[in-house]
């Protein structure tokens, strides 16, 4: 049986107007009856490189006999001049996660895929041991099973306490092997409880991923790069989410 996770995440691309720009990763949010696109927020805008898409694309799967089979589907950026995400921002500062409304009208009506919701995030992060074993589903390098359109899953574990922010910012870290286009990818363990949202998608949404960390002392001649990620805390995307 194919793995509901699979289907939580595509591959974002973005566009200033036609022109293709680059390729991220982003994973379905569901409350109530609304459907959201959560992704890293530098994804749709960076100030530090100048990267301003207006647009972005995705893929649905539209046949569940058929998994090959998707639908492309648009999102513009901004209305009447205005951004239409939603990004967040604490005592710490900008936090690298940004939400879009998906308007369920405009969606293939044979869409495929699955959604995390509120019963998916922890119930107390305190709870998740150092060094937990730990998924980051996405598109390393665009890179994917072009044929079904499915993410590739990377195995990561916690390299800091999920009960503190580490130095005082909203995330974590992971140690896992990860490339450009695993930005805004669901970070995820197994679940072990089994209330109703885990028995349909039996994964815990514990971050979102944001970014390799390195250090500005690693001579990069004799030095190794960490090996180590920053991975927001999941619960953003509940006050991103609120009405």
């Known amino acids: 049986m194919l793995d509901p996770l699979l289907l939580t995440t595509v591959q974002i691309r973005t566009y200033e107007i036609d022109k293709p720009l680059t390729n991220a990763s982003g994973f379905f949010f569901a409350r109530d009856a609304r459907l959201f696109l959560v992704t890293s927020r530098h994804v749709l805008q960076d100030e530090i490189s100048s990267h301003n898409p207006n647009r ?3 893929q649905f799967h539209v046949d569940e006999s058929n998994v090959a089979k998707t639908a492309g589907f648009s999102i513009l ?8 995400w939603r990004q967040g921002e604490d005592t710490a500062g900008d936090i690298d996660v940004a939400v879009i409304e998906i308007d369920r009208q405009a969606m293939p009506a044979s869409a495929v895929y699955t959604a995390f919701t ?3 995030l922890p119930e107390a992060f305190e709870q998740v041991r150092i060094g937990s074993p730990m998924l980051i589903v996405g598109f390393p390098l665009g890179f994917h099973d072009t044929l079904h359109n499915f993410p590739i899953v990377r195995h990561a574990s916690n390299a800091s306490s999920l009960s503190l922010r580490f130095q005082g910012k909203g995330y974590f870290l992971t140690d896992a092997r990860t490339h450009r286009g695993m930005s805004g990818a669901p970070v995820v363990m197994a679940a072990n409880c089994g209330n109703e949202a885990t028995q349909s998608l039996p994964w815990v949404l514990l971050g979102i991923h944001s970014a390799r960390l390195d250090v500005g002392t690693r001579e990069v001649e004799l030095d190794e790069a960490l090996g180590l990620n920053c991975a927001w805390f999941s619960d953003i995307v509940l006050t991103l989410t609120e009405s």
């Open 56 to 58: 972005i694309e995705i």
């Open 118 to 120: 509120p019963g998916n």
């Open 77 to 84: 950026l901004y209305q009447n001049g205005r951004s239409i």
